[in-house]
């Protein structure tokens, strides 16, 4: 079966930070896409991060504060945020797709929610 499951969300304060884990099943994540998007209440899903053939692209001025890594052994992709803000609180969700990152990507985890209190 071909799943994402995201972890790792909770709540944070201010200035801290969070990791959080998107492992993938069914499916060998590192020759796919994959992205990290999130969902803030009452707004709409925005792209945050996107892996692609061995490139990272972020989201304007997020590169530093957010990172990316991957352990390929685990099937898994991590985002890091830190220096959080209370508009980083959001559900994270992270997907994968064959061929690139966009708001269609193939396959979507459930989304992990981090709260930033202020």
């Known amino acids: 079966e071909v799943q994402l499951v995201e972890s790792g969300g909770g709540l944070v304060e201010a200035g801290g930070f969070v990791r959080l884990s998107c492992a993938a099943s069914?499916?060998?994540?590192?020759?796919?896409?994959i992205g990290w998007f999130r969902q803030a209440p009452g707004k709409a899903r925005e792209a945050v991060v996107c892996i692609r053939d061995g490139s990272e692209w972020y989201r304007d001025g997020e590169r530093g504060r957010f990172t990316v890594a991957r352990d390929d052994a685990a099937n898994t992709v991590f985002l890091q945020l830190n220096r959080l803000k209370p508009e980083d609180t959001a559900v994270y969700y992270c997907?994968?797709?064959?061929?690139?990152?966009?708001?269609?990507?193939?396959?979507w985890g459930k989304g992990t929610l981090v709260t930033v209190s202020s």
């Open positions: 997907a994968a797709d064959d061929l690139l990152c966009s708001d269609q990507m193939d396959y």
């Open positions: 069914g499916f060998i994540l590192r020759e796919k896409a």
